[in-house]
């Protein structure tokens, strides 16, 4: 049991920012990567259609005996997560949520912004965390859509995203403290998205959503000692996609 394997799952690329996290919180493990960049963007669909798309994806990867699904994208977790731990009772799950938390922690009282997608800023589960952790801040919600679309093209520290990102940040230039990156695509984007808002703190939720895959494992007794091991698998199996997954697995980090 403890040699099956932590499966990833992401929209698409995105998640290879958390997996970075996860190899150098538990290298030892075995991971089973799958992105779904045939279907990617989630975060402009409608709920119903990213939380159908994330459970196909989950009942593919659950019938192949996991020991841990972590769901390394905030859209699907909004979308999604309450059936998976219905669906999967005995199986270790874990989401994620925009680093909020961490950000406020660090500037209690502070101009936070969230980046994120549509659907992970209007879904409840954001206004509940804003409800739980961002009290005494000035939080501000902030969609980039276009970004997921150009990492998903290994084009997230390009002039194509700068070009993108400058008038959707240039309002918060020098008004905050904090940016919370709220997108696992969007650490691809971390080098354009700091020039264009200096001395702005960036957080992202990978090193969380680690810490929290080990706690699971080590209180369940399963985690293993290697020797540790990275597949990659995606609903677009091109040789270019499965090339990016491995650019970006060495590249990424806000
Ligand atoms: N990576 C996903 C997230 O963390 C979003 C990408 C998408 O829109 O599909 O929210």
Redesign the pocket.
């Known amino acids: 049991m403890k040699e099956r394997y932590i499966a990833v799952f992401?929209?698409?690329l995105?998640?290879i920012s958390v997996l970075r996290s996860l190899l150098s919180a538990l290298p030892q493990e075995r991971y089973l990567y799958y992105g779904d960049s045939a279907n990617?963007?989630?975060?402009?669909r409608p709920t119903q259609e990213a939380r159908a798309l994330t459970l196909a994806a989950a009942a593919e990867l659950a019938g192949r005996g996991i020991k841990a699904l972590v769901v390394?994208?905030?859209?699907?977790t909004a979308a999604a997560i309450a059936d998976l731990r219905e669906i999967y009772p005995d199986l270790i799950v874990v989401g994620?949520e925009p680093a909020l938390k961490p950000a406020v922690d660090r500037f209690p009282g502070g101009r936070i912004g969230v980046m994120?997608?549509e659907?992970?800023l209007r879904e409840e589960k954001f206004a509940g965390l804003l409800d739980r952790v961002g009290t005494g801040c000035q939080v501000y919600p902030i969609s980039a859509p276009g970004l997921?679309e150009l990492v998903e093209a290994g084009l997230g520290e390009s002039a194509a995203a700068e070009e993108l990102l400058r008038p959707i940040l240039a309002p918060y230039a020098g008004k905050l403290d904090a940016l919370v990156l709220?997108?696992?695509?969007f650490p691809f984007a971390a080098g354009v998205i700091g020039r264009l808002l200096p001395g702005t703190a960036l957080f992202d939720g990978g090193a969380g959503t680690a810490h929290q895959t080990r706690r699971r494992l080590e209180a369940a007794g399963l985690l293993w000692d290697g020797p540790g091991q990275v597949i990659f698998e995606n609903s677009d199996p091109s040789p270019e996609r499965l090339a990016l997954c491995a650019r970006l697995l060495g590249t990424a980090g806000a």
Request: aromatic share 4%.
């Open positions: 992401d929209s698409g995105g998640g990617a963007p989630y975060g402009g390394a994208c905030n859209t699907a994620m994120a997608t659907l992970t997921v709220g997108c696992t695509h």
